[in-house]
């Protein structure tokens, strides 16, 4: 039986130090054993880092036969023929978000994973961050009483790095959209674990970050299927801002607050704890991407289900796009 993975890290950017981290500290079945980067300083880092050996390119990787799995950390319009690539030499691979800009993409890459019989991951970090599976455990245990509405916000300070080593992601080509295709989807997978699913949306879209092609402001509201609704916003602006919690769930009996990006934190408010209990625990949004490389290596070493299929991050990524319908039509959009 296969005791540890060898892993190539395909793309050794600014996502793929949250990775690494995460697999270095936590998870010790997982060698990288592939650095596959065409910047070679980057490949060269990671791979001095790492013990790994550096690529220039996938196909140098896959000549090589240096790598059992593969972490697809690249620019969105690359996930499909990559993904494809991989899942054809008989690799299990991890996508980073979005699947793909397109649904027809991510169909053809659904398709081409069941084909392939190897696993296949669409890495949605925010389904294993801290605060965010202890808030499903509150709900679940009835800690807030019945659920009334929830309240979602990423928002961001333009970092300035997006004009330098992040270029493709200001291109709407490249990226498929603005912020709510992109970083967006890991403020709405949460809302789908305590809600379940969202059945329409309506919302607006804005420009007021002049470099970007997208949307750098998004202000919606989501009908999940039970009924209730919850309101999402999405922006990232050059301007300082004050701050802001990432999400807010109310029920009954009480509330929920998670603090703002990167940091974090929980607090619940109930009758017992009106000035609210904070909650201690091992928060934070790096630590999302322990649970998540765990349990990568898991599927694969031990055959264990992922936490979530690659499907549900289809439904992530309808929201975004039923989002972005309605901003066209002004209409309430069926997901
Ligand atoms: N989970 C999260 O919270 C989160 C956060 C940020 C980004 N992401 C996702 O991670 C992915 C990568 O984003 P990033 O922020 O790391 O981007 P990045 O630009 O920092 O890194 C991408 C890397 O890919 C390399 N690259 C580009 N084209 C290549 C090619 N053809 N062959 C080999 N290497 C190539 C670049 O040189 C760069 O080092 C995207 O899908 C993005 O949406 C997820």
Redesign the pocket.
């Known amino acids: 039986m296969q005791t540890d993975l060898r892993l190539a890290v395909?793309?050794?950017?600014?996502?793929?130090r949250y990775h690494l981290d995460a697999i270095k500290g936590h998870v010790p079945r997982v060698r990288v054993t592939a650095c596959?980067?065409?910047?070679a300083d980057?490949a060269g880092q990671f791979a001095t880092e790492t013990g790994g050996t550096a690529f220039a390119?996938?196909d140098a990787a896959l000549d090589a036969d240096a790598f059992d799995a593969i972490a697809i950390?690249?620019?969105?319009d690359?996930?499909e023929a990559t993904t494809l690539q991989c899942l054809a030499a008989g690799k299990h691979v991890m996508l980073?978000?979005?699947m793909a800009p397109t649904l027809e993409g991510c169909d053809r890459i659904l398709a081409a994973a069941k084909a392939s019989g190897k696993v296949f991951m669409l890495?949605e970090?925010a389904q294993y961050w801290p605060e965010v599976v202890a808030a499903l455990d509150l709900v679940r245990q009835g800690a807030i009483g019945d659920l009334v509405t929830g309240r979602a916000a990423f928002v961001s300070e333009y970092n300035p790095y997006w004009f330098t080593?992040?270029k493709?992601r200001l291109s709407r080509s490249r990226t498929g959209g603005g912020i709510t295709i992109?970083?967006g989807s890991?403020w709405v997978r949460p809302m789908r674990m305590w809600f379940g699913d969202v059945a329409k949306a309506v919302g607006v879209i804005g420009y007021p970050m002049e470099e970007m092609q997208g949307d750098s402001l998004m202000r919606s509201l989501l009908q999940f299927e039970s009924g209730l609704y919850a309101s999402y916003d999405g922006l990232m602006v050059a301007t300082p801002l004050g701050p802001q919690e990432s999400w807010r769930i109310t029920g009954t009996d009480g509330e929920i607050v998670i603090g703002g990006f990167p940091a974090g934190g929980l607090t619940l408010y109930d009758r017992a704890h009106r000035s609210g209990r904070v909650i201690d625990g091992d928060w934070g949004?790096a630590m999302s991407f322990v649970g998540e490389n765990r349990d990568f290596a898991s599927a694969i070493l031990d055959g264990t289900p992922l936490a979530a299929g690659p499907e549900s991050a289809v439904q992530d990524l309808r929201v975004a796009l039923a989002i972005y319908r309605s901003a066209a039509t002004g209409n309430w959009e069926t997901i």
């Open positions: 395909l793309g050794c950017g600014a996502i793929a596959v980067d065409n910047d980057r390119s996938l950390l690249l620019p969105h690359l996930h980073e978000k979005p890495a970090n080593g992040q493709w992109d970083g890991h949004y």
